[in-house]
């Protein structure tokens, strides 16, 4: 079979003409399974492709697939997509796949999407880790674009299966099918009518959610909480589904087993519960601490669609309670969205029937993450996902760091700390719908920690081997990062609230930098110390150390370093390291020029990140295709094709001519809509950009054609 001479004029093909056959149908339909079974009893050889495990046993995407099924069809196999192509964008590349002796089919499994969700929730080791809480919520998300095929995009013939028995048939009509068969053209089976789900599907999804009771509690927040670390952790999913989860509401990932109360009150949304905090052991003034928690609150309840926030207390005599409770009446706020709870905070639900997902702990100064007591009891709670410790200023003088009455000081503290804790639960609830979408670099750290100067909080998830991402947080995380060293975390209290930081976080020109994370410190340590990363390193000089960046952005992503400490980004160069700009420079172009040398086909941008979210100043050397699984979510894609990124030419140029660089630090533009950089189209979503720009032509914008921006191959 000629397969690479499609214009063969179509008498003289040979019988049996090889097969593309696209499967259609929502996570839990069957997809794999058909796939299985038709290959197991098929003469006719087949190459399942599957964008779960395409990238080496890994989810990849549709380039690759692609790719795959090419050169499947190549080698003489017919090929089955099984990924969900349930629209008419996402199939359209692989009709193309088509010509003369490859005929495209769709098998369409429309089976009921109550069948599909409960199917996806319950299943376990899913190739794609659309599995548990979440896909319900995905799967009715994709559902909800679904779009028949039609012979007009292309298909020589579709099958339509409804319920089980079509799917059997449809199994024995390709499992029958010898390497010289062909199957009529045409569309056979009933088209479901109803292509759309129905709306308010969500209402089902608790019902096929297994109930929870003691005995299988542990489970219970395995299954029913846990989805969302776990798919963090792996960060789930193909990009139909990614589309999909970018659109879940924000309380989407808490969508769990029990949205409701227990006297029945139902709700879906997420919540956290919080003690006053300082107000017992370190004995701050009632008042004070009730204005400053209604004021918190009430900024927060304006901001944040449908959280609630739930301020607990043991006692029913409690003064903070009462008055909190007046001034929050007085000020109006919606008692859906903040109310009070007399209550154990590590048996809110066990004990008093209050369904939280996060629970705040308020800390002494020995803060430690992990472990038992408060916290283990709090996990043990079903439905709780995270702790949120917090550290409020103490005016206790029997206790550590005493403010002695210094109210000034300790409202300020009080505030941040509230704010802090808010702003750590927002970013939960925002992580849960985000995670999908968002970015996922795990950084192989236990926690997310947060800490505000003294109002510190830490806040870890219950699942101690949680990986956190750590990319794609420029301007959220930026907010929460803590001004201290984090490696101690009640000794970074101590020092900030006597005013003293380590010299660790003094800069070059000897100002304060804010403080990072360590796991925003791996550049900084390869730069320090490049001998001890031999494997990881490019390139070592006296100036600068290159390395390919960990999570590429495109086909090609390298990091130029510079090795002078304490020059920790952007912000900190002036004049003094022009050379060295220079020299970053011209490693990143060398670097470039040579990947040219090999795929003269790509083109190269050198820039920095307006406000890093790594320390350590690092140029980035980065191909222009951007065909990465790395790039998640809008901040990856805005932080590279918005003024965010610094051309490295401009930036020596302003440092040349005023001494420093401009910064475009504005969360609006990471935020912005999503445009091709090179039509400057808008997309609504990641996946939908990526799939615009595997095929985009469209010259450069000016601006990036101008002063070498970019780094092509010499023409
Ligand atoms: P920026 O936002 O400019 O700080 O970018 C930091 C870059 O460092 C991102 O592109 C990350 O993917 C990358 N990165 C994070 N951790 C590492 C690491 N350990 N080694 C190499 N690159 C890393």
């Not at 089976?189 to 929870?212: E, H």
């Not at 926030?309 to 007085?330: E, N």
């Not at 350590?616 to 932080?639: A, G």
Request: aromatic share 6%.
């Amino acid at each position: 079979m000629d397969i690479d001479n499609p214009s063969k004029p179509k008498d003289e093909v040979a019988e049996g003409k090889l097969l593309v056959v696209i499967l259609v149908g929502a996570p839990g339909s069957g997809k794999s399974t058909f796939c299985e079974h038709v290959m197991r009893s098929s003469t006719r050889p087949w190459v399942r492709i599957c964008q779960d495990t395409i990238g080496n046993g890994k989810a990849g995407n549709k380039t690759q697939c692609l790719s795959s099924a090419a050169r499947a069809l190549k080698d003489g196999k017919s090929v089955f997509i099984d990924r969900c192509n349930l629209d008419r964008e996402q199939r359209s590349e692989f009709v193309k796949l088509g010509g003369p002796q490859i005929d495209v089919h769709a098998v369409v499994l429309d089976l009921p999407a109550r069948l599909c969700i409960s199917r996806s929730v319950k299943r376990t080791g899913h190739e794609g880790n659309l599995q548990g809480g979440k896909a319900a919520a995905v799967v009715n998300r994709m559902l909800q674009k679904k779009e028949l095929p039609k012979i007009s995009e292309g298909f020589n013939r579709i099958m339509f299966c409804q319920n089980e028995n079509d799917v059997q048939s449809a199994i024995s009509t390709y499992s029958t099918l010898g390497p010289l068969d062909n199957l009529p053209d045409g569309c056979f089976g009933q088209k479901n009518p109803d292509a759309k789900i129905q709306v308010g599907i969500m209402k089902f999804l608790k019902k096929v959610d297994v109930p929870v009771n003691v005995a299988s509690r542990e489970n219970s927040i395995r299954e029913s909480v846990s989805p969302q670390i776990v798919e963090k952790k792996n960060s789930c999913c193909r990009e139909e589904e990614e589309e999909a989860c970018s659109s879940i509401p924000v309380n989407a990932g808490f969508e769990s087993k029990e949205a409701k109360d227990l006297d029945g009150t139902p709700h879906d949304a997420p919540t956290l519960a919080f003690p006053s905090i300082s107000t017992s052991d370190f004995q701050f003034n009632h008042e004070k601490a009730a204005d400053i928690i209604v004021e918190t609150v009430e900024e927060f309840t304006n901001k944040i669609g449908n959280a609630r926030l739930v301020l607990v207390d043991l006692t029913h005599g409690s003064k903070i309670l009462s008055l909190v409770r007046a001034k929050a009446a007085q000020k109006n706020i919606d008692s859906q969205k903040f109310f009070t709870h007399v209550g154990d905070i590590t048996h809110l639900y066990s004990k008093g029937g209050l369904h939280c997902n996060v629970i705040a702990n308020a800390a002494n100064w020995r803060l430690k993450p992990g472990g038992g007591g408060v916290n283990a009891a709090i996990f043990s709670e079903a439905g709780v996902t995270h702790v949120i410790h917090v550290l409020g200023p103490n005016m206790n003088p029997q206790r550590a760091n005493c403010l002695n009455n210094d109210y000034n000081e300790g409202c300020k503290i009080l505030r941040e700390a509230y704010t802090s804790l808010f702003d750590g639960f927002a970013s939960i609830v925002w992580t849960g719908a985000e995670q999908s979408k968002g970015s996922s670099e795990d950084i192989g750290s236990k926690a997310l920690e947060l800490c505000q100067s003294n109002g510190c909080t830490r806040k870890h998830s219950s699942n101690s081997d949680q990986k956190i991402k750590r990319d794609g947080i420029h301007a959220s995380e930026r907010s929460k990062r803590c001004k201290g060293p984090q490696d101690d975390f009640g000794a970074n209290s101590t020092n900030s609230r006597a005013g003293k930081l380590s010299p660790e976080n003094r800069n070059i020109d000897g100002s304060m930098s804010k403080a990072w994370g360590s796991w925003a410190q791996a550049l900084h340590r390869i730069a320090i110390h490049p001998e001890r990363h031999e494997d990881d390193v490019l390139e070592i000089s006296e100036d600068v150390v290159v390395l390919n960046d960990l999570y590429p952005k495109a086909q090609r992503h390298l990091l130029v370093l510079a090795r002078t400490e304490g020059l920790d980004s952007l912000a900190n160069v002036r004049k003094e390291h022009l050379q060295l700009l220079k020299k970053m420079h011209a490693v990143g172009l060398l670097w470039a020029e040579k990947f040219l040398r090999a795929d003269g086909s790509l083109v190269f941008r050198l820039g920095y990140h307006s406000v890093p979210s790594m320390r350590q100043l690092h140029l980035h050397v980065i191909s222009q295709d951007f065909d990465s699984k790395h790039s998640k979510n809008k901040k990856h894609w805005n932080s590279f094709n918005t003024g965010f990124f610094r051309d490295s030419v401009d930036v020596i140029d302003e440092v040349t001519n005023h001494g420093k660089a401009t910064l475009k630090d504005d969360d609006r533009l990471l935020n912005m809509e999503l445009r091709c950089h090179r039509c400057r189209s808008a997309h609504p979503n990641i996946p939908r950009l990526k799939s615009h720009i595997t095929i985009c032509q469209a010259p450069f914008p000016a601006v990036l054609l101008e002063n070498g921006r970019l780094v092509h191959a010499p023409q």
